[in-house]
């Protein structure tokens, strides 16, 4: 199972409720989650983190906003199941991939950012993809990748190019759901985004009177999380764990009603 961005409170609070019924009912052997948005809907913190793991997340992907909280670097070096864009500068503190043993077999995670509408430094995700996915195809044919972008031309393009190594390449960042999952006859399974596990009547998770100010007028107002419902987006990927073959990538788009408990 793999969870788009969680965003803020109302995100947490909607993988508290859902995430260990779902895990059980369908018998999930990993969850991994977007957990970028996670702290008010910029950043991560370690009690956050906690509180997810907690929950039945056993790993997170992240991407532009990591660094919003400072308290993450103070884990971010020991933290293995916390990964950070494996195309940022390789001084930076914590990891791009990560190995995790799944009952009898293992699967890899790599977290990468693209550079289409993104404006941070960093290097090429097709180079780092290719680099990074040798790596773990030493070690299990089960590779998982959060391409953390915003361009469809680059999430489709990355996913061309992996498309016969990797067992799924999940797009991450817009916030909002695509409806072009698809698997490779090659092997990996693809979507542009999984979307978010946050407020639903919103844009992107943030109050709308607010975001619409901006555009319009141009004022600092600043942002603030939406409130109201919320959706709760992901999606379940079934693969053969021999060969990494994805076999089937199924969509989740569930709202949930807080009321409350916000
Ligand atoms: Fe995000
Ligand atoms: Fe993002």
Known sequence: MFLGDIVGQPGREAVLRLLPEMKKEK????????????????????????????AGIDVFTSGNHVWDKKEILEIMPTETRLLRPANFAPEAPGRGMGIYD?????????????????????DCPFQVAS??????????????????????????ALGWLLKDKVSA??????????????????????ISDVGMVGPYHSVLGLDPERVLNR???????GLELASGEVVFNGVYLTLDPRSGKALELQRI??????????
């Open 102 to 122: 799944v009952g009898e077999y293992q699967v890899a995670v790599i977290n990468l950012i693209g550079r289409v509408f993104i404006p941070l430094p960093s």
């Open 27 to 54: 018998s999930i052997d990993l969850v991994i989650a977007n957990g970028e948005n996670m702290a008010g809907g910029f950043g991560m913190t370690p009690p956050l983190l906690e509180e997810l793991f907690a």
């Open 253 to 262: 788009f569930q709202l949930i009603s807080l009321e409350g408990r916000i």
């Open 131 to 156: 680099r990074e996915v040798e790596k773990a195809l030493q070690v299990t044919p089960n590779v998982i990748v959060d391409f953390h972008a915003e361009a469809t031309s680059e999430k489709l």
């Open 169 to 190: 390449v999940l797009g991450t960042h817009t916030h909002v759901q695509t409806a072009d999952e698809k698997i490779y006859d090659e092997k990996a399974a693809y």
């Open 215 to 221: 555009f319009m007028r141009g004022l600092p107002v």
